[in-house]
């Protein structure tokens, strides 16, 4: 940049929306990089949507979002103080970061994990302290409590974390919730709530009841297959809340994002059924991925983690090559999403032609 500006920007990434699927002759193509439900909206959801007047469209959505927030509150038996709508969880947990840290304060959370955090940290000019995860793609539990000191204002959990689809157990969570000031707040990211099956996996509104210290991020944009929209929310402390309102982007939640969500709550079974669909199909890619030979972390969100390494790149052009897209980390491996039943039977095709390593 030749303009004058903040030194900080030139050290941050920009952030890598999923490649689009490949077009190759003789294949269906299919997206499968970003983590998004391969379903069209739910049948419900849509109906809603169409049945709304475009006349309003002139004017300016309820910005506190209260007929969801009421709803959510009742959901998850809170006060509406203690719910906070975003464009997404992303912005929410923005806002978050924007109202605990900036210059020569620290953010600890698990890395690899969501490509998001150290772009926002770094915008608010705070560090980021990332733990490296264990072998197995989980949270270095004992690295993130070593790494709480007087700087710390912010430590994200990622509950399951993307990209690695590894679950955080209850266990470990309360130890980090027993480590942690009670001034320095635990942010748990559960953006993939819905697809988790871990039987001892941590539960942020649990954890919300038990610590004063803790807000849960969850999102429509997953399992209710509203990612075009962008809506997300937080569960937190009235006073975080309140903090967090000061800093959110105004007007950022549209009315038909609202709309859509207060629809979704109505039609659980609808989200039943279809969760459920895409739990099945990715319990019959990682039974098949592992008849194959092939290790990796047991996944519990609407994704998996092939830890490839070395072999990431060449596994990764024979994906774009059958007309898949997938997320890759060169070096690291690949993140595939779980999409429709003939994607994930080319993802099956694909990883056969390769041996796994020994």
């Known amino acids: ?21 490949p077009t190759v002759e003789g294949h269906k193509s299919f997206k499968i990089s970003s983590n998004e439900n391969p379903f069209q909206p739910l049948p419900s959801v849509v109906k809603a949507i169409e049945s709304l007047s475009l006349s309003r469209i002139n004017r300016y959505p309820d910005m506190r979002g209260w007929q969801v927030v009421e709803r959510l509150a009742a959901l998850h038996d809170v006060k509406p103080e203690q719910i906070v709508l975003g464009c997404g969880s992303t912005e929410v947990i923005t806002q978050l970061v924007q109202l605990v840290a900036g210059p020569g304060d620290e953010v ?7 490509e998001a955090y150290p772009i926002i940290v770094a915008t608010a000019g705070a560090e980021s302290i990332q733990i490296p995860n264990r072998p197995d793609g989980s949270h ?6 070593a790494a709480i000191n007087d700087r710390t204002r912010l430590i994200i959990l990622n509950n399951p974390n993307n990209p690695t689809a590894t679950a955080l157990t209850a266990d470990e969570a309360r130890r980090v919730m027993e480590a942690a000031p009670s001034d320095v707040l635990v942010l748990m990211d559960e953006a993939y709530i819905q697809f988790n099956t871990s039987a001892d996996t941590a539960v942020g509104m649990d954890l919300f009841r038990q610590y004063p210290n803790v807000v849960v991020a969850q999102t429509f944009s997953k399992a209710y297959g509203l ?15 309140d903090g967090m309102r000061k800093v959110a982007l105004p007007f950022a939640v549209t009315d ?13 079974e609808e989200l039943d059924a279809r969760v459920k669909q895409l739990l099945a199909e990715r319990d019959r890619v990682v039974v098949a991925l592992r008849e194959q030979g092939w290790e990796f972390p047991q996944p519990y969100a609407n994704f998996f983690w092939l830890p490839l390494q070395e072999r990431t790149d060449e596994v990764a052009a024979a994906f774009v090559g059958y007309g898949l897209s997938v997320r890759v980390f060169s070096g690291e491996g690949i993140r595939i999403s779980i999409g429709e039943p003939e994607a994930n039977d080319g993802v099956i095709e694909v990883m056969s032609h390769f041996t796994p390593a020994k």
């Open 1 to 21: 940049m030749a303009f004058k500006h903040r030194a900080i920007i030139d050290t941050i990434p920009s952030y890598k929306q999923g490649k689009p699927a």
């Open 108 to 114: 600890i959370y698990p890395w690899r994990s969501f």
């Open 140 to 145: 270095d539990i004992d690295g993130i409590i």
């Open 227 to 241: 990612a075009g929209l962008r809506i997300g929310y937080a569960v937190a402390p009235e006073d975080v809340v």
């Open 256 to 268: 038909l994002a609202q709309k859509a969500a207060l629809a979704s709550l109505d039609v659980q």
